[in-house]
């Protein structure tokens, strides 16, 4: 039973567009979650991360937003370039122990 | 900017060989993980390790096994190859000081294929 879901295997989106990438996670008690960005045949890239005390963190084009009560976490790329076309793993943890990473969606930025 | 190294980066070779996967890290980070992954899948966590002398199996059973004895340096060994064991390899390290908001670090895994 997966406890991080991303039920979207692939998003296409336009160049300049906003990307949204959804995850899903059914532990309550995780604390911190994380965002990786992977390219064919190199390891995930540690992206941007939010704890389970705020509902927002943004770090340059890329925003996440935390909704404790839906137990959802979404991930915005604003705006979307070609070189943001990557898979990108949702990670949750409970207190650094634990980390459990999605399936992953494939994002492709169409110039 | 992590700095977590894997080699090989590629591996190609025939069932029932010896491989050593090497992982090394320079941040000292105490703690060090291996994860599998096959294509479109999550990542499957196989080892970790919270410091020298420290290795525990993950969620995912696997043949493999790995030693810790120095903080920097996490190899995995699996004494025979298999087809099924055709995979990525990914290595991790984190800063368990941190506390809940540990992140961890990837290399940039190897890719293994047994014939």
């Known amino acids: 039973d997966q406890q991080v879901k991303q039920n979207s295997p692939s998003l296409s989106v336009q160049e300049g567009r906003i990307s949204i990438l959804n995850c899903d996670y059914t532990n309550s008690m995780f604390d911190y979650f994380l965002w990786y960005k992977k390219y064919p045949a190199e390891g995930p890239t540690f992206l941007i991360s939010?704890?389970?005390?705020?509902d927002k963190n943004e770090d340059g084009r890329f925003t996440v937003f935390l909704n404790k009560s839906a137990k959802h976490l979404s991930l915005h790329i604003v705006p979307s370039q070609p070189g943001d076309s990557a898979v990108y793993f949702c990670a949750a943890s409970l207190y650094g122990q634990n980390f459990v990473f999605g399936p992953g969606t494939r994002l492709s930025v169409l110039p | 900017e992590a700095d977590i190294y894997q080699t090989p980066r590629y591996l190609v070779i025939g069932t029932g060989k010896k491989i050593t996967l090497e992982c090394s890290q320079t941040?000292?980070?105490?703690?060090m993980y291996w994860y599998q992954q096959d294509p479109g899948m999550e990542l499957h966590l196989i080892h970790y390790s919270y410091g020298v002398n420290s290795t525990e199996k993950g969620d995912l059973s696997s043949e493999s096994t790995v030693s810790r004895i120095r903080t920097e340096h996490f190899p995995l060994t699996l004494e025979s190859a298999r087809p099924s064991h055709t995979s990525q390899y990914l290595c991790?390290?984190?800063?368990?000081?941190?506390?809940?908001?540990?992140?961890?670090?990837f290399g940039p895994g190897t890719r293994l294929l047994v014939l």
């Open positions: 941040m000292g980070h105490d703690k």
């Open positions: 939010i704890s389970s005390i705020k």
């Open positions: 991790a390290s984190s800063d368990p000081t941190r506390g809940y908001q540990e992140t961890q670090y």
